[in-house]
């Protein structure tokens, strides 16, 4: 994984290029800091080969234990994590679409609109 200095580097936009160069300047932390921080990270983490899906795991995948205790192989346990990221964070995202609909019909009806109301 790319660390600080290679987003830094790397990113495409020269605005945030001058933003992150600010940030670092003024003392402010970022999810790069952040990042450093939390190194060094799990390899069956980064490679999404680690299963935490019951109360059996967390079962990590090598040549060594080529499945979970309950059978699931690599590719499994992979499309199992991704999928199970992607619908939290779609999920997340539909949640704070809707509180936009509802902030945005409150105030074409010219009312206010309440978190959760
Ligand atoms: S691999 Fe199977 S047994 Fe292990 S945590 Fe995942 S679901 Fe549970």
């Keep these: 994984m790319p660390g600080k200095e290679d987003m830094h580097k790397l990113t495409p936009n020269p605005a945030t290029r001058q933003l992150l160069e600010k940030m670092a300047g003024e003392g402010c932390e970022t999810c790069f800091d952040r990042f450093e921080q939390q190194k060094p990270q799990c390899n069956f983490g980064l490679r999404g080969t680690c299963c935490r899906m019951c109360q059996w795991g967390p079962c990590r995948i090598s040549d060594k234990n080529p499945t979970g205790i309950c059978g699931k192989d690599q590719s499994s346990i992979i499309i199992g994590n991704l999928l199970r ?30 978190p959760g109301g």
């Design 85 to 114: 990221a992607l619908v939290a964070g779609l999920s997340v995202h539909a949640r704070h679409a809707h509180e936009i609909y509802l902030s945005i019909r409150a105030a074409a009806g010219g009312r206010a609109c309440r």
